[in-house]
């Protein structure tokens, strides 16, 4: 009965580390690129810190290429005196006409709010930033950033509340990222001659290290490859998600956050395309 009781426990820690190494694991779905020990996966896989000092940030890629996706990451930013630090978390493909789709968290000084930045770039060009304020502290707990990626739509959601969405227009003219299998990036550096309030606040290395943590990655719902000689292949059985849009009740939520919680929005910026809005603001 002891030897029983031996197997079913050895059984049991079997299983538990295989969900360890499978259910969102930073070993199994991500690489530590850069940073010279600055980046660090712990908890058996399922926490990763990233950390800045003054002399080099870090950051990871994911092993995969994506091409669509339902992908979520719970994300806790530096906390304190942030001004100066990006945290930068975005899917991306390679080359000059490269697309992308971005999250970056902009630091600031303390009690002041982070800036969430968002932008899609497509063919190498981007220019569609649209920033926003949260409704909430990001560095208190963890909250889930999510891209929503499918043929129709780019939805960018922040705890399952959508906050801006990049409709396909490519009908009328406008390009949409569709061909390029993109990799998920994701890091902490110093930008301070632009990143807190235009450059004018500077990074305060005496707060050093800055520290950002990272858990809970689901990419789940998606179409990927982990080789470029292979052919992207979706999940079976959830592709749902893959002719995803938004209902009412979702565009309301939207409607919410941008009435509120928007700072900036490239397609109400006249000064900066004087002749002429890009074409999906007035599609949109």
């Known amino acids: 009965?002891?030897?029983?009781?031996?197997?079913?426990?050895?059984?049991?820690?079997?299983?538990?580390?295989?969900?360890?190494?499978?259910?969102?694991?930073?070993?199994?779905?991500?690489?530590?690129?850069?940073?010279n020990g600055r980046a660090n996966i712990f908890e058996s896989g399922q926490l990763l810190t990233c950390t800045l000092d003054k002399i080099s940030g870090s950051g990871f890629q994911s092993?995969?290429?994506?091409?669509?996706?339902?992908i979520d990451m719970k994300m806790k930013l530096v906390a304190g005196n942030s001004a100066g630090t990006v945290t930068a978390y975005y899917l991306s493909s390679k080359g000059d006409t490269w697309d992308e789709i971005d999250f970056e968290f902009l630091g600031n000084v303390t009690g002041q709010p982070y800036v969430l930045h968002t932008n899609v770039f497509t063919g190498g060009k981007?220019?569609?930033?649209?920033?926003?304020?949260?409704?909430?502290?990001p560095?208190?707990?963890?909250?889930?950033?999510?891209?929503?990626?499918?043929?129709?739509n780019i939805i960018f959601l922040v705890d399952g509340i959508p906050i801006r969405v990049f409709k396909n227009n490519e009908?009328?003219?406008?390009?949409?990222?569709?061909?390029?299998?993109m990799k998920i990036y994701s890091s902490l550096w110093e930008a301070d001659d632009w990143a807190t309030q235009g450059g004018l606040v500077?990074?305060?290395?005496?707060?050093?290290?800055?520290?950002a943590h990272y858990r809970s990655f689901n990419d789940v719902d998606c179409?990927?490859?982990t080789s470029l000689l292979s052919w992207v292949t979706c999940n079976a059985n959830s592709n749902s998600w893959m002719w995803t849009t938004l209902n009412s009740n979702q565009y309301g939520?939207?409607?919410?956050?941008?009435?509120?919680?928007?700072?900036?929005?490239?397609?109400?910026?006249?000064?900066r395309f004087p002749q002429g809005l890009p074409m999906e603001c007035n599609l949109d």
Not at 12 to 34: C, K
Not at 126 to 137: A, K, T
Not at 202 to 211: G, R
Not at 253 to 265: G, R
Request: with cysteine; charged share 20%.
């Open 1 to 35: 009965m002891e030897g029983f009781a031996t197997k079913q426990s050895l059984l049991l820690l079997s299983i538990l580390l295989l969900i360890g190494l499978s259910a969102g694991s930073f070993y199994e779905n991500f690489d530590v690129t850069w940073g």
């Open 63 to 70: 092993k995969k290429e994506y091409l669509f996706g339902k």
């Open 126 to 137: 981007g220019n569609r930033e649209m920033q926003f304020y949260l409704w909430f502290d």
């Open 139 to 152: 560095t208190a707990d963890f909250h889930t950033y999510t891209v929503l990626w499918n043929p129709l």
């Open 171 to 181: 009908a009328n003219g406008v390009a949409y990222p569709k061909s390029q299998p």
């Open 202 to 211: 500077k990074t305060d290395w005496t707060n050093a290290p800055f520290s």
């Open 223 to 225: 179409c990927s490859r």
């Open 253 to 271: 939520q939207m409607k919410w956050v941008q009435d509120d919680y928007m700072i900036y929005n490239y397609c109400t910026d006249y000064k």
